[in-house]
C-alpha cells in the first residue's frame, strides 16, 4: 500500500513533467547545459583567407582564353596554371618576392622547378603586369655571370636564349663560376664562345 511519501513524490514527477510540456508546447525549450549543436556544411560560406576559400579557388579551372598574371597572382590562382602544383606556386611567389616582378615568361625560368615544359605549359594562360629588375652593369661595362639573368645573359655574342638558360640551370645545379673558364662545363659552350666572352663578362 502507497505510503504518504510515495503519494506525494508520484505527484512532484507529475507536476514536472507536465510544466515540462507546457514550456516545449510553448516553444520555450531551450539547449540542456553541454548540448553540441549541428550546423549543416551548406551553411558555413568559408572566409576568403581560409583553407577552404584557398581550396576552391585552386580547384577552380581556368576560363577560356583566361590569364593568370605571374606578376600579382596568389599563390592559390598560380596552382591553378598546368604543371604548377601548390608548392611551385608557393615557390614562385617566394621568388617574386625576393627578387621583384618577373615581367615575362623567360624571367619566371629563374625559379626552381620551372623548366621548358612548364613554361610552354603555362605560355598562353600567363599575363605579366610588372617589369622585371634588370641587373645593373657593373661599372667596367662587363656582365656579373654568377648573377645576370637569362635576358642580359643572351645579349652575349654567342648566348642566345637557350644558352642563356642553360647557364642559368648550371649555375644553379652545380654553383657559382669560380673562373671564366667554368663556363665550358655548361652545355653547347666550348673555349671558342669562353674566349669570346672573356672580355665582357666578370665572376665576382
Keep these: 500500500m502507497a505510503t504518504k ?5 508520484a505527484l512532484l514527477l507529475l507536476v514536472v513533467a507536465l510544466a515540462g510540456g507546457l514550456v516545449r508546447l510553448g516553444g520555450l525549450a531551450v539547449d540542456a547545459p553541454g548540448a553540441i549543436g549541428y550546423q549543416s556544411g551548406s551553411e558555413r560560406r568559408p572566409g576568403r583567407d581560409s583553407v577552404d576559400a584557398a581550396s576552391a579557388r585552386m580547384s577552380r579551372p581556368l576560363g577560356m582564353g583566361e590569364r593568370i598574371d605571374l606578376d600579382r597572382a596568389e599563390a592559390s590562382d598560380l596552382a591553378r596554371l598546368p604543371r604548377i602544383g601548390p608548392a611551385l606556386a608557393a615557390r614562385i611567389v617566394n621568388d617574386r618576392k625576393l627578387k621583384g616582378p618577373f615581367g615575362s615568361l623567360q624571367e619566371v625560368a629563374r625559379v626552381p622547378g620551372v623548366g621548358p615544359a612548364v ?4 605560355r598562353v594562360h600567363s599575363t605579366f603586369s610588372g617589369v622585371a629588375r634588370r641587373e645593373p652593369a657593373p661599372a667596367s661595362g662587363k656582365v656579373r655571370l654568377n648573377t645576370a639573368p637569362e635576358s642580359l645573359l643572351q645579349q652575349l ?16 645545379r652545380h654553383g657559382r663560376y669560380r673562373t ?4 665550358v662545363r655548361v652545355p653547347g659552350i666550348g673555349t671558342a664562345t669562353v674566349e669570346r666572352l672573356r672580355d665582357l663578362v666578370i665572376v665576382r
Design 180 to 183: 671564366i673558364d667554368d663556363l
Design 157 to 172: 655574342p654567342g648566348i642566345g636564349p637557350i644558352k642563356a638558360r642553360a647557364i642559368v640551370d648550371d649555375r644553379r
Design 5 to 9: 511519501d510515495d503519494r506525494r513524490a
Design 119 to 122: 613554361l610552354e605549359a603555362i
